[in-house]
């Protein structure tokens, strides 16, 4: 729970993937943004995850770390927005590596806002 967390996305700043968790980790990511028109826009997002040490659990399990750079994960995110002019609507799927077929589409309505957390 207090490992550092990868969460590019909004979807993932408001989930729990302990997948995408750990104290030391390389994270690199990408976001075309394709204008349809005046209101709307195609939005991608595809980022990267490797934990230079990845936390494991034994058959107890208590947490030890694994082999440096043994691990890779990702996730996408593709998202159809429209502009208004007090916000936006979008609607979005996205997929994770981990656990495995994670698959979830939503509607956003307006803005998310997140405030500082007690524990970063």
């Known amino acids: 729970m207090q490992a550092g967390e990868f969460t590019p996305t909004a979807h993932s700043k408001v989930t729990y993937n302990e997948a995408f968790r750990a104290n030391?980790?390389?994270?690199?990511?990408?976001?075309?943004?394709?204008?349809?028109?005046?209101?709307?826009?195609?939005?991608?997002?595809?980022?990267?995850?490797?934990?230079?040490?990845?936390?494991?659990?034994?058959?107890?399990?208590?947490?030890?770390?694994?082999?440096?750079?043994t691990k890779f994960e990702y996730l996408g995110e593709i998202s159809l927005v429209f502009q208004l002019s007090f916000g936006s609507i979008s609607a979005y799927v996205n997929h994770y590596s981990s656990p495995s077929n994670d698959w979830n589409v939503g509607l956003t309505l307006g803005w998310q806002l997140f405030n500082s957390r007690f524990v970063e």
């Open 24 to 69: 030391q980790y390389a994270g690199v990511g990408t976001m075309p943004i394709y204008q349809l028109s005046e209101s709307f826009q195609l939005r991608g997002e595809f980022y990267g995850f490797i934990p230079i040490f990845p936390i494991k659990k034994d058959e107890y399990g208590q947490a030890y770390y694994g082999k440096a750079f």
